[in-house]
């Protein structure tokens, strides 16, 4: 069912509903099938159209730690943490900070 999904939102790529929604779509879709590559690929395209969309930014350090990628894991959730904390999405900042704090106790001291 994802690789139908994936390729019905991958025709409205470059259309009038292009966007940061579709691209976390996408990116959402790709991480759910565990295709962790291109979910990262679609997840920093919604956040360079949207720097302000928060789940964009959650789902993007997932994506990245799933994808064997602490230190851009860790670098996602802290931005997404200024994001979500700027427009007062309190909620996703405790979630980012939580996933950033664990990463951090994964990493090497020369990658903190």
């Not at 139908?4 to 759910?32: C, M, Q, T, V, W």
């Not at 350090?61 to 996602?76: M, Q, V």
């Not at 904390?85 to 903190?112: C, W």
Request: zero cysteines.
């Amino acid at each position: 069912m994802t690789t139908a999904i994936i390729a019905n939102l991958e025709k409205l790529l470059g259309g009038p509903r292009d966007g940061a929604l579709l691209r976390y779509s996408l990116g959402n879709e790709h991480f759910k099938a565990g295709d962790f590559e291109p979910a990262v690929t679609r997840l920093r395209e919604a956040v360079e159209r949207d720097p302000t969309y928060s789940a964009a930014w959650k789902l993007l350090g997932k994506a990245l730690s799933e994808a064997a990628r602490p230190a851009e894991a860790l670098a996602a959730f802290q931005q997404g943490i200024v994001v979500a904390e700027g427009k007062g999405d309190l909620q996703a900042a405790k979630e980012m900070t939580v996933f950033a704090r664990r990463l951090h106790r994964q990493l090497p001291a020369t990658d903190a």
